[in-house]
Structures are given as structure tokens and as C-alpha cells.
């Protein structure tokens, strides 16, 4: 009853996923490992599924899948990876891995949590992990799997730092942001962006105004899908025909789409999020920065500590404090962003870990 009800509330929105369309990693087959490894054999195999969008997102996906193969070729471990094209592939795809006899299985994305749940609650024997998401009951009260690990992340910190540097650097006055779907694990990007811009209008007199967002009546702009781009393209020029030179697009490959109206329109720069849009995309030239959750290194942890024998239910949190979130280099807008904004980002960044500010979000961890 828990998935109907949640198709429910996200009004049908669960028929798309977190990510961009395409195929795997040519290195990648459905339910097989990613090649031989380079350490000792390891009687244990870990397992993945991906969200519709594939391994090869430039973006979440791809860094849950560099997780993996990380952990094939550095503790000798067998690997299984399986693609999702819809949502009603999640379930069959889990089953199938699931049948593989895999010792752990790893969902990508907020919008495997209802099959992830169901498999681990009916396969009490087998690890399941799920990134960017808790498990929850009909109620949506977070609940505890003993064979169930969360791997989420307070990603509203390093969006907060990211919202100052924008605020800090636009010459129009006007930011803009948007999401895929409204889900958590999109709007605490978008919560974090708007606190960073009021923390420096606050401190420097501003009035930077965001476009795409409301945090406090939690309304904003959302392309109802995270892959199209003519999406991304049609809700990037309205930013753009409103005065926004920067735009962060939270909103897996639909952001793709905003990058290449942003690159036509020529004076306006992109936000990454996940990973480094600057190294992921051939949009660098346009990249300020981007917001980054260290997704493969903690998909790795998670393996190796079920290797080890010492895997635990307990939620992995990534944090700034953790350098499980981070700030991307600002790399060709290096000479763009003045070293007193860099100075304060470090100042802001060491509060944050400090406790002294408190980012806070709806869809932060609990």
C-alpha cells in the first residue's frame, strides 16, 4: 500500500527518474561485472541498480557505478549491474539480482526506495543499500531494516556555499534554479542555494534575487521530469529572458539542456550538481562551480564494510565535515570570483562544520 500512496502524492511523478536517458558504460552489460580485477579474489558480490536514466548520466548514476567498479578492482569482488529504462523496472531488475545471489544490493536514487524496501523486508539473508534515501513506512516515518543501509546527504551545505559564490558573482542581480521532480533529494539543493544567497545579501546589503524557488512556501519550477532537455532548454531561456546569468539546474541530464542555452546565450554560467559538470560535460567553459555529493566513495565504503563483515544499518551522512559534499574547483572562472568571496567561502564553509551556522532544510537527513 506504501508505493500507492506515494504515487500518490508525487501525482504520477514516480514514472520518471532521477537521471538522464541513455545507455551503460560500454565496459557495463545488464546482471554482469565490469571486467577482472586487480586485487585477490573475494568471495563476495555486489550488485546495482541504476534508475532509468543508466550508468552513463555524466551525474548520479555514473558515480554510484564508479563505487562499484571501484570496489571490484580494489578488493577483488564480483559485481552485477542492471539499467532501468521506467520505474517498472525497478522491482523486476531488483528480483533479478536478488536471484544472483548477491551478497549486496544497491539502489541509485530516492526513487528505488518502495522496491528496494519490499526486496530487503522479503530477503532478510541478502545487504541492500539505497542511495539518497531512507526507509520509511506507510506514514512516511523513517523506519529501521537490520539488512538496510541509507547513504544520504546533507547536500543543502555545500548548496549554501554555492548559492554565496552565485550571489556574490552575478552582474544582473538575478540567480536562477529549478528541479526535476519536487522530491527531497532535489529541493535540499534548492533550500541550500537560497539560504547561501541570503547569507550574502545579509552581509553585504544585497538584493540578489532568486528566480525558480520560494524556500519558505517550498513552491518553485519544475520541469516534472529528469530527462528532457528541451525541458531544461525551454525553462533555461525564460531564466535567461528574465535577467538570470547563472543558473544551477537540479534536474539530472535536463540541466543539459539549460547548459546549451546558457552556451548560446553567452554571458550566463551554469551550477553543476552530483558531480564536477566541468570534467562530467561538455559544458565546462560555463561551469562557476558545481555542487558535489561523493556518492562513489561511500557507495565504496559501503561495499567494503560488507566485505569486511562489518556491515550496518546505521545511515551513512555526508557532510562538509566529512568531505562527503564539497564545492567543485571553480576552474576557467578561477579568476572570476574575487579572493575575499573565496576567503568567506572558507570562512562560511569552517562554520558550518563548526555548528556556529546551521543550514537547514525539510529534506535535510534526520
Not at 563505487?67 to 520505474?87: H, R
Not at 520541469?223 to 525541458?231: I, M
Amino acid at each position: 500500500m506504501k508505493k500507492i500512496i506515494r504515487v500518490a502524492v508525487l501525482g504520477g511523478a514516480v514514472a520518471l527518474a532521477l537521471a538522464a536517458c541513455g545507455s551503460a558504460p560500454e565496459d557495463t552489460d545488464e546482471t554482469a561485472g565490469s571486467g577482472e580485477s586487480s586485487a585477490a579474489s573475494v568471495d563476495f558480490k555486489a550488485c546495482m541498480v541504476s534508475d532509468a536514466g543508466g550508468f552513463d548520466d555524466k551525474s548520479f548514476n555514473q558515480a554510484g557505478f564508479e563505487g562499484l567498479t571501484q570496489a571490484e578492482d580494489e578488493l577483488g569482488i564480483e559485481v552485477a549491474s542492471v539499467e532501468s529504462a521506467a520505474d517498472t523496472d525497478y522491482t523486476p531488475n531488483i528480483d533479478s539480482l536478488v536471484a544472483e545471489n548477491c551478497d549486496l544490493i544497491i539502489g541509485v536514487g530516492f526513487l528505488l526506495e518502495d522496491p528496494i524496501q519490499t526486496a530487503a523486508e522479503a530477503n532478510p539473508d541478502v545487504n541492500f543499500a539505497l542511495v539518497d534515501s531512507s526507509f520509511s513506512d506507510a506514514d512516511f516515518a523513517p523506519v529501521t531494516l537490520e539488512n538496510g543501509k541509507p547513504i544520504l546527504f546533507d547536500t543543502a551545505q555545500a548548496a549554501y556555499l554555492a548559492g554565496y559564490v552565485a550571489a556574490a558573482t552575478t552582474t544582473t542581480g538575478k540567480v536562477a534554479t529549478f528541479g526535476g521532480i519536487q522530491i527531497p533529494s532535489v529541493t535540499i539543493f534548492m533550500d541550500g542555494f537560497a539560504d547561501g544567497i541570503a547569507k550574502f545579501n545579509e552581509d553585504n546589503g544585497g538584493s540578489v534575487q532568486l528566480l525558480g524557488w520560494d524556500k519558505a512556501a517550498q513552491t518553485g519550477v519544475f520541469a516534472g521530469n529528469f530527462d528532457s532537455q528541451d525541458d531544461g532548454k525551454n525553462i533555461g531561456q525564460s531564466f535567461i529572458d528574465q535577467g538570470a546569468d547563472i543558473i544551477m539546474p537540479v534536474a539530472g541530464p535536463v540541466g543539459l539542456g539549460t547548459a546549451s542555452v546558457a552556451q548560446t546565450a553567452g554571458n550566463v554560467a551554469i551550477i553543476g550538481v552530483d558531480a564536477d559538470w566541468f570534467e562530467t560535460t561538455e559544458y565546462g567553459s560555463l561551469v562557476l562551480t558545481s555542487v558535489m555529493k561523493e556518492i562513489g566513495p561511500a557507495v565504496f565504503d559501503t561495499i567494503s564494510e560488507a566485505v569486511d563483515g562489518s556491515f550496518s544499518s546505521d545511515p551513512y551522512v555526508g557532510t562538509l565535515e566529512n568531505e562527503g559534499l564539497g564545492l567543485a574547483p571553480f576552474h576557467d572562472f578561477e579568476s572570476k570570483v574575487p579572493a575575499d568571496v573565496v576567503t568567506k567561502l572558507d570562512e562560511l564553509k569552517a562554520s558550518i562544520i563548526s555548528g556556529d551556522i546551521v543550514v537547514e532544510s525539510d529534506a535535510s537527513p534526520k
